[in-house]
């Protein structure tokens, strides 16, 4: 839970940081984070994975600002989009329809 004195907490429309909704959204947070790093990828990978997806033709273009970024961007292609459970795991926890 941020503190008390956390900008998040007193930003209009920032309902998820407070005291009743952080802990759903904490939740739906770390079963994206699990769901993404699944297979051994970092959250950076596994977002490129989930973009390759959930769409054949969407190419990313992921910024980046060291060669150690480069690298682990590059890095994404190795493993490839996420699988099927992986996927339906993000959409669940967002609480929306599957990917097509």
């Given at each position: ?29 770390e079963a ?69």
């Open positions: 839970m941020p503190a008390d004195d956390d900008v998040r907490r007193d930003t209009p429309h920032w309902d998820y940081f407070d005291d009743d909704a952080f802990p759903t959204w904490s939740a739906r947070v994206i984070r699990a769901a993404l790093t699944s297979d051994g990828r970092t959250l950076v990978q596994g977002a490129l994975a989930w973009i390759w997806a959930r769409s054949p033709v969407t190419i990313p273009i992921p910024g980046f600002r060291t060669v150690a970024q480069i690298e682990e961007n590059a890095g994404a292609m190795a493993a490839g989009p996420l699988d099927a459970d992986a996927l339906g795991a993000v959409d669940a926890a967002l609480g929306r329809a599957p990917a097509r």
